[in-house]
């Protein structure tokens, strides 16, 4: 089982659209998450953290369920620009060495 | 401006050959790393230092063989070189390295082509 799953898709969606990602993580010890966002030939950039709670920033919402070990990603109204690979991103779950773990990524299109 | 430089961009070179990658960062972050992103985009760490220390070498090859001159500086050195290096490798920073607090910054990449 890979350490952290993602649908790689790609989603296509159009304009206006509310999508969502799922991500799931084998390493119940992981105690910080991430989505981070890699436009195509690009380097990965952090999207936002991902909080036991939720939390929001704009059109982007994050949610974290540890008892499932899951996480999700909802963007509301999609833009064009919007479109890229979202990556989730999990630390190893060991000491404090930096190490996180990402995931192949889910590719979207968003169309006009 | 850039935060997190790497040269080269593109690197294209026979099999066989010895090749180095140079990263340099100037946020005053104290923890550098090095990654590979397959033809498949898994994202895998390799290295990282922190304040020129060795702290996470993954199951790499010894071929590889990083050095951090100063905390600035994370440089990638590959020896003979085999067509299953090709791959984008990016070098990173994050302002220490405890992954929960501390978003770490990407550079461009370098593309690796061998051939």
């Known amino acids: 089982r890979k350490e952290v799953e993602q649908d790689p898709g790609p989603f296509n969606v159009p304009e206006g659209a509310t999508v969502a990602f799922n991500c799931t993580y084998s390493n119940s010890a992981s105690q910080s998450f991430f989505w981070y966002r890699q436009d195509c030939r690009k380097e990965p950039k952090l999207l936002m953290s991902v909080y036991s709670s939720g939390n929001e920033d704009g059109r982007f919402t994050a949610q974290l369920n540890r008892a499932s070990q899951y996480i999700s990603l909802l963007i509301r109204d999609s833009k064009l620009s919007d479109s890229a690979t979202y990556l989730c991103?999990?630390?190893?779950?060991?000491?404090?060495?930096?190490?996180?773990?990402f995931g192949q990524g889910t590719t979207l299109q968003v169309k006009p | 401006d850039t935060a997190v430089s790497q040269t080269p961009k593109y690197l294209v070179t026979q099999m066989g050959n010895d090749k180095s990658i140079k990263c340099e960062q100037n946020?005053?972050?104290?923890?550098m790393y090095w990654y590979k992103q397959d033809s498949k985009k898994f994202l895998k760490i390799m290295f990282s230092?922190?304040?020129?220390?060795?702290?996470i070498n993954e199951t790499v090859p010894n071929r590889f063989s990083p050095k951090s001159p100063d905390k600035a500086h994370l440089n990638l050195h590959i020896n003979s070189l085999e067509l299953g290096d090709s791959a984008v490798y990016f070098c990173?920073?994050?302002?220490?390295?405890?992954?929960?607090?501390?978003?770490?910054?990407f550079g461009p990449g370098t593309r690796l082509t061998v051939t």
């Open positions: 991103v999990v630390d190893h779950g060991s000491s404090n060495t930096g190490k996180l773990i």
């Open positions: 230092y922190n304040n020129k220390e060795l702290i």
């Open positions: 990173a920073s994050s302002q220490h390295m405890a992954a929960f607090s501390y978003e770490q910054y």
């Open positions: 946020l005053g972050h104290d923890t």
